[in-house]
């Protein structure tokens, strides 16, 4: 008996199914989509594979979605990710941290009926460890807490210089959900256009073949792109109308820490939007001192 409880033990381990390694921003934005796909369509998609997950031997999709109510509805969804430059996930990533720190530090120290915008350049967040990340969030708390009540109007700004690096507090008006906050903005490279385009450019080319081997296959598509900077514009995308003619959906996320914030609808079958449109905006719910939807 003992014997047999082991072999059937065995059994069920052998049928178990591939273990899915999808990263958690993938996941993410998968499952923002499938939400916008619902407020378009009114129809519920459900992911039921992930090919890359289960073909290891050659480039795959990331997801098929089905729909709930046509099992040959399906739309083949591939995700990328786009930075302006090398390693810029990770200072988004601690420019948030760095400024959420001085922020928790500032509140009802700055006036209650504004909001602000901090904005540290890469190389300064590069330098930030240690003592010297503690001394620096200490110093820009008090710095901040006696400039702000100076900017009280919308886009006034002012410096500081830190080690031959410029930062800079900009006030950014009066928002019920926002004031009395410091918030993160993170600056962009010399050239940004330039090297954001090229990312954008080998993302097509490792992208597109993928989703037009299902397109040939009866599948619908879709192509999300997260936009880590939140820098990225309709006009990004021309000259490449032609070759993006047969993807249904093409659909760009501004993300923090693996979270969407805000997705807009690019492009819903035949129809591109230079300019999108309220109802093809759409904003996603937010943790407290991380970013805000624009």
């Known amino acids: 008996m003992k014997g047999l409880l082991i072999v059937g033990r065995m059994a069920r381990n052998l049928v178990k199914k591939p273990k899915i390694m999808k ?15 619902h407020a378009l369509t009114g129809i519920k998609y459900v992911k039921c594979e992930s090919p890359d997950e ?5 480039p795959d ?12 509805d399906k739309i083949a969804v591939e995700h990328t990710i786009l930075e302006s430059f090398d390693g810029q996930i990770e200072y988004v990533n601690r420019s948030y941290d760095i400024v959420s720190e001085i922020n928790a530090g500032c509140r009802k120290r700055i006036p209650a009926d504004r909001y602000y915008f901090l904005a540290i350049p890469p190389l300064m967040v590069d330098s930030l460890v240690g003592k010297n990340r503690m001394l620096f969030i200490s110093n820009l708390r008090s710095w901040v807490a006696e400039t702000a009540p100076k900017l009280l109007l919308v886009d006034s700004h002012i410096r500081t210089d830190c080690e031959g ?9 009066n928002h019920a ?6 918030w993160c903005m993170p600056q962009q490279p010399e050239k940004q256009k330039a090297l954001q385009s090229e990312r954008l450019r080998r993302a097509i080319r490792d992208k597109l073949p993928k989703l ?4 040939e296959r009866g599948f619908k598509t879709a192509l999300l792109l997260e936009d880590v900077a939140g820098t990225l514009s309709g006009s990004t995308l021309r000259g490449y109308e032609i070759s993006l003619d047969e993807i249904d959906y093409i659909v760009v996320f501004v993300s923090n820490e693996d979270r969407m914030i805000i ?7 035949s129809v591109w939007y230079s300019f999108i449109p309220p109802n093809r905006r759409f904003s996603f719910r937010q ?3 991380k970013g805000t939807s624009k």
């Open 23 to 37: 990263k958690q921003n993938e996941q993410n934005a998968c499952d923002a989509f499938i939400a916008i796909l």
């Open 54 to 58: 289960l073909n290891r031997r050659t």
């Open 61 to 72: 999709i990331d997801f098929v979605l089905i729909s709930s109510t046509d099992k040959n």
């Open 165 to 173: 690096h410029k930062i800079t507090l900009t006030c950014s008006g």
């Open 177 to 182: 959900r926002l004031n009395g906050n410091v």
């Open 212 to 215: 037009t081997k299902y397109k």
């Open 263 to 269: 997705g807009n609808v690019w492009k819903e079958k």
């Open 287 to 289: 943790v407290p001192g």
